[in-house]
């Protein structure tokens, strides 16, 4: 089944995932690098499914790596764990800042893998297309230029295997290299002369579009801004604020902080919680 946050207008799928990744690239605290990893992790999975699994792989590696050299490198905090051969002080601050730091990369990834399975390259040109014609396309050509080149890479090997070529390792793979830039240089004047005799970027030039409001729509988006206000509005009274340095500080917890724990997840969890309502009612129906 089709996530149902995928079917949803293309204005909506960008003010979400501007909202999340924004948010994440700015938060360092606990409460909600954790809630945000958490949704972007599970949607990931909902979406990629052992994809997700296999990146994690590579990604988790990658996190331990960061607070290694968070840890043995910086040197703030006023509470020693203990002391390296070479003198350096390895402190707790300086470990948990380093996980703050991973996690937010981390949690940013995956948010960025949930958005190229969601937002297509037909979703970004109806949002940015009309404002900017030129970059809109060249954005948007970029975006799936290294997959295509991947599988167009992959094609060439099994032409090659097929036909029974034979040489070094190395001469077949020049020799597929150059097959792929030939082959993309091609396609590249092929789409332009094909926009261009389409009349694209033309001023008052109308386009189809099967993108339509509805009234879901409507109220989701009313939704993410509400909540985007609620998370705004905490970091305004500062409930989002996280130090490491000289020691770890915290905002004290308050009702207020509760509602805005709430609320954050609530802007992170929407598309799963939409999935997974659809999905619910499709087994239903059956």
């Not at 990604?59 to 006023?78: C, D, I, K, Q």
């Not at 004047?189 to 339509?212: A, C, I, N, P």
């Not at 879901?216 to 989002?240: F, K, M, P, S, Y």
């Not at 308050?254 to 609530?266: E, M, R």
Request: charged share 15%; with cysteine.
């Amino acid at each position: 089944m089709r996530s149902a946050f995928t079917k949803s207008h293309p204005v909506l799928n960008f003010l979400f995932f501007g909202s999340v990744v924004a948010f994440g690239m700015v938060f360092f605290h606990p409460v909600f690098l954790g809630v945000s990893f958490v949704a972007a992790l599970a949607y990931s999975v909902r979406l990629r499914g052992r994809g997700t699994l296999r990146l994690m792989r590579y990604l988790l590696p990658t996190l331990l790596v960061v607070v290694f050299l968070g840890a043995a490198f910086n040197h703030y905090g006023v509470t020693t764990l203990f002391v390296l051969p070479n003198g350096n002080r390895v402190t707790l601050e300086a470990i948990v800042h380093s996980f703050a730091t991973g996690g937010m990369v981390l949690t940013v990834f995956l948010w960025f893998t949930c958005y190229d399975a969601v937002v297509t390259s037909d979703k970004f040109l109806h949002v940015f297309g009309r404002v900017f014609p030129t970059g809109a396309l060249l954005i948007s050509m970029t975006l799936r230029f290294i997959p295509l080149l991947t599988r167009r890479m992959h094609k060439i090997f099994e032409g090659q295997k097929g036909i029974g070529y034979s040489g070094s390792k190395l001469r077949n793979a020049l020799h597929a290299l150059s097959i792929l830039v030939t082959w993309s240089l091609e396609n590249a004047v092929d789409v332009s002369d094909s926009m261009k005799s389409r009349g694209y970027g033309l001023r008052g030039r109308t386009s189809y579009t099967r993108f339509l409001w509805t009234r879901r729509d409507i109220l989701l988006c009313a939704a993410i801004l509400a909540l985007d206000a609620l998370t705004v509005a905490g970091v305004i009274v500062g409930q989002t604020r996280a130090m490491y340095n000289p020691f770890i500080s915290l905002p004290a917890i308050t009702p207020f902080s509760y509602v805005l724990y709430v609320g954050y997840a609530l802007l992170c969890f929407m598309p799963l919680a939409l999935d997974l309502t659809e999905e619910h009612k499709w087994n239903r129906s059956r």
